[in-house]
């Protein structure tokens, strides 16, 4: 390295980063509608001077979907050092309705930077974005390479984006991943930025089929109610035991729809019950359907139980994962959080899914979430917090030297 790591953050130029999360707000791009946000960020690194990508991602069985990803890499000197990928997404939620001022405005004040996807996540891909720039820079000679990955369709039902680098073994010339998606807001436990978020829980949805048997409205008795059964169903599935982890929590389990029945005058005979199932590691999909069905053999319902999962595409699983507390990659990041903020980071872990499951359990890649706080995410009112934006990128650049050095 020809430049000392802990002067990089000095580079960093706030008003840039803050002015760029502006500029990706006033872009609308909810899940499956990326196509002008991707091509900016295309741009914005053939602007810089580095090589980007696009990287298709088609999903042609259950979406429909065609996109891309952006890749910008950063090479190294040393082929035996490791590669980092960082790691952000591109889209929002659908605009929320609420909103009392224009949700695309990137208004700043007091602070503030509002819009929708402003914390979740565009503020987390500036800094991604502008740490990927300078980690370039011709003076900066790093031995590993960053994987920089603006990836689409976080939002949506599958995370298609992050699915696509893992089905085409993107992620196996990786080591470790960065994503910054926003940090404490989302944290399941009270942590303050610089925070380092260690893990998440997974996520299984279970597709509960009840089968009854129908007969006249007025005559319930004749019948099986596929709805009543459904309702106990969900019941005792809310109050079911669930494991532990030191880390991560427990698992949950929330009772999120029943979809059938609706006849005028008739005993529902079918009906579908969908819940979701947070887990913890040991909380595999085999440990999670017996569960099920002993709850369901407990109950003795006269209907007819299947238990099954959501169905998308292959592999696309959220599972749950932990990265060590010694893996150099968080000791670097720690590092770059003394140097650039003068405090110790604080450690925590993710309340909910998203593509971080992919990469630290599908990928198996030592998974880190920094990125910066902020409100109100995926509501009316969201904003993310100008000066931690900073903070971050400074956090990142000054973290990611000290780790690929
Ligand atoms: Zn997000």
Redesign the pocket.
Known sequence: MTVDPSTLADRVDGDEVVSLVQDLVRIESPYFEEDEIVDFVFEWFDDAGLDPERHPVVESAYTGYEGANVLAPVEGSDPDAPTLLLNA?VDTVELVDEWEEDPLSGRVADGKLYGQGAC??KA?LAAAMVATRELAAPDVDLAGDVLFTAVVD??GPYGLGTDQLIRDGITDECDAAVVT??GPV?AQSDVENPALLLGARGRFLYDIEVRGEAAHGSQPRKGTNAVAAAGVLADALAEMETADHPDLGSGSVCPLGIEGGGETLSVPEHCRLSVDRHVVPGETETVVREQAEAVVADLDLDAEVSIGFREGPEGARYGPYVTDRDHPLVGALADGARATTGRDPEFGYFASV??FNYLGDRAGLPTVIVGPDGAN?HGAGEYVDTDEVVEVTELLVDGLARYLQ
């Open positions: 997404h979740d996540m987390g976080e939002e998606e926003p989302l998203g593509d995410i």
